[in-house]
T-cell receptor, first 110, second 114 residues
Framework: QKEVEQNSGPLSVPEGAIASLNCTYSDRGSQSFFWYRQYSGKSPELIMFIYSNGDKEDGRFTAQLNKASQYVSLLIRDSQPSDSATYLC??????????FGKGTHLIIQP | DAGVIQSPRHEVTEMGQEVTLRCKPISGHDYLFWYRQTMMRGLELLIYFNNNVPIDDSGMPEDRFSAKMPNASFSTLKIQPSEPRDSAVYFCASNQARAYNEQFFGPGTRLTVL
């Protein structure tokens, strides 16, 4: 069974610090990796996607991928209270459907 | 664009009743996905369609669940008969053919089966 694992948290980070969110996946053939943010009671929204090994930066967000270790992470710099949400890691193992982790609940403390 | 539209937003029903959830994808999107989210199991893919054709329904939990997409702008997810363990938030999502696979989610339907 193809799985995506995340620490459920909560992960508490002081405002202005770097929040680091981690995810591992079981299907070595996975090619596409996504980070979604979900506020309580709302639907998931895409933050970042990454296909290649290494880092990808977009504003305060950096996605990191290491296919050899089957590991993907999301860094949030200069964390803001508005970043408090659940962050879902998602992987496309084969065709088109996404396999989601259960998410990490992030709390940014003012 | 109005985004993905789902109805109803909330549904409360009694065990044994039929439940129908509806979704209108974003115009021009070729793929439509149905997900279920619970605290215990997280976000699970139930079924997805490409150009109105069901491609993978391996996530559909039981024969009580069925989904249709009669045209490019409408899909339904039906549960018959419903059970309390079906209580969850059901999301519909759509995207264009393998652009970079960003999926746009609807607001979800919160289903409670008593």
């Amino acid at each position: 069974q193809k799985e995506v694992e995340q620490n459920s948290g909560p992960l508490s980070v002081p405002e202005g610090a770097i929040a680091s969110l981690n995810c591992t996946y079981s299907d070595r053939g996975s090619q596409s990796f996504f980070w979604y943010r979900q506020y309580s009671g709302k639907s998931p929204e895409l933050i970042m996607f990454i296909y290649s090994n290494g880092d990808k930066e977009d504003g305060r967000f950096t996605a990191q991928l290491n296919k050899a270790s089957q590991y993907v992470s999301l860094l949030i710099r200069d964390s803001q209270p508005s970043d408090s949400a659940t962050y879902l890691c998602a992987v496309i193992p084969t065709a088109d459907g996404l396999t989601f982790g259960k998410g990490t609940h992030l709390i940014i403390q003012p | 664009d109005a985004g993905v539209i789902q109805s109803p937003r909330h549904e409360v029903t009694e065990m044994g009743q039929e439940v129908t959830l509806r979704c209108k994808p974003i115009s021009g999107h070729d793929y439509l996905f149905w997900y279920r989210q619970t605290m215990m199991r997280g976000l699970e893919l139930l079924i997805y369609f490409n150009n109105n054709v069901p491609i993978d329904d391996s996530g559909m939990p039981e024969d009580r669940f069925s989904a249709k997409m009669p045209n490019a702008s409408f899909s339904t997810l039906k549960i018959q008969p419903s059970e309390p363990r079906d209580s969850a938030v059901y999301f519909c999502a759509s995207n264009q053919a393998r652009a970079y696979n960003e999926q746009f989610f609807g607001p979800g339907t919160r289903l409670t089966v008593l």
